[in-house]
């Protein structure tokens, strides 16, 4: 392939070509039936996605962050509480903890995985420790045998942070059913990806998806008669057409996501420089994200040369979120040395389902020659 070429760091136009009738047929459907928030696609797709999982209930709402939140709240989680969780996420994990009142409080991460490791959650747990919120982060499961053992030791509820993981799965059993509730983004780069915003909260609870359903309206059950402070969370009617036109190809989706992985896998093999992600079961890559060793040639300046190169990549994530400026004061004194040298070593590849393997290649033996560089 020509050298000159743009190599984008993710590619929607794929799926909307190939299903454009449909999207086009769905968006129409909603258009004409005047009936845009709350309506009849936002309830035939929350079935659906219930369906998907494996869950009694679906609750549809504005975003994955919203998701968090409602979870968080409808499991009664508020001021004077703690909640356990990962540091190497995207902001919005802790960012709804402290929304609902509560305090974040950073578990280091398994360096093998980048999930929260459970091994380290004991130490961490407090008389005000009320919950646990394990992230499946880049599509891989969280050891969850542990985190649920954990928190059943210690009485603690437990919110699955599901944004970058939709279909994937840990022995067998769907990623944000296992614990109390599973929070889901339906954001532009997710694998069920939307048109815009959307989130889900997925549970067994009928209390919990009741309380959750009443908050995203205000805090009502009943219109005007409001028996809590609440929000607008609402997942428009156009959203959920689009996403139950996307939900039935997910899981081929997902399966192309391993096998482009795999396709870096073999491309990159025997690469001493850099640490490659482990494939295993329910997998289902969000991201290819590799490792740049200590030694090798700085991460950030991998990153710039491939940009000369045409090739976009992504650090998720350059600040463990005990590092950012709005935690600074609060967890000065937490270190979480593997999330931090993880934020320095990361870099995510080009990814996305059906990538060519002519375009695999280009960035595979871009990213080799520029390590060689040294």
Known sequence: MSTQTRIPSLDLSGPVEALWPELTGATERVLRSAHYILGP???????EAAGFLGTRHAVACNSGTDALVLALRALGIGPGDEVITTP???????????????QPV????????????????????????????????????????????AAARHGLRVVEDCAQ???????????????????????????LSGFGDGGLVATDDEELAQGARMLRVHGSRK?????????????????????RVKLPRVEAWNGARVRAARMYQDLLAGEERLVLPGICDGHVF??????????????????????EEGIETNVYYPVPCHRLP??????????????????????SLPFWPNMDGEVQAHVASTLRRILGEG
């Open 165 to 191: 993981s939709f279909g994937a799965r840990y022995h067998g059993k769907a990623a944000g059913t296992m614990g109390h509730a599973g929070c889901f983004s339906f954001f532009p780069t997710k694998n």
């Open 286 to 307: 969000n991201q290819y994200t590799v490792r740049v060793r200590r030694g090798a040639p700085d991460r950030d300046r991998v990153k710039a040369r491939l940009l």
């Open 326 to 347: 709005v935690y600074g004061r609060s967890h000065a004194g937490v270190v979480c040395p593997r999330a931090e040298r993880a934020a320095a070593e990361v870099l």
């Open 106 to 149: 950073f578990v280091d991460i398994d360096p093998e995985t980048f999930n929260l490791d459970p091994r380290l959650i004991d130490a961490a747990v407090t008389p005000r420790t009320r919950a646990l919120l394990p992230v499946h982060l880049f599509g891989l499961p969280c050891e969850m045998a542990g985190v649920l053992g």
């Open 223 to 243: 219109k005007y008669h409001n028996e809590k402070v609440g929000c607008n969370s609402r997942l428009d009617e156009l959203q959920a057409a689009l996403l």
């Open 88 to 102: 190497f996420t995207f902001f919005a994990t802790p960012e709804a903890i402290s929304n609902v009142g509560a």
């Open 41 to 47: 696609e936002v309830a035939a797709f929350e079935r």
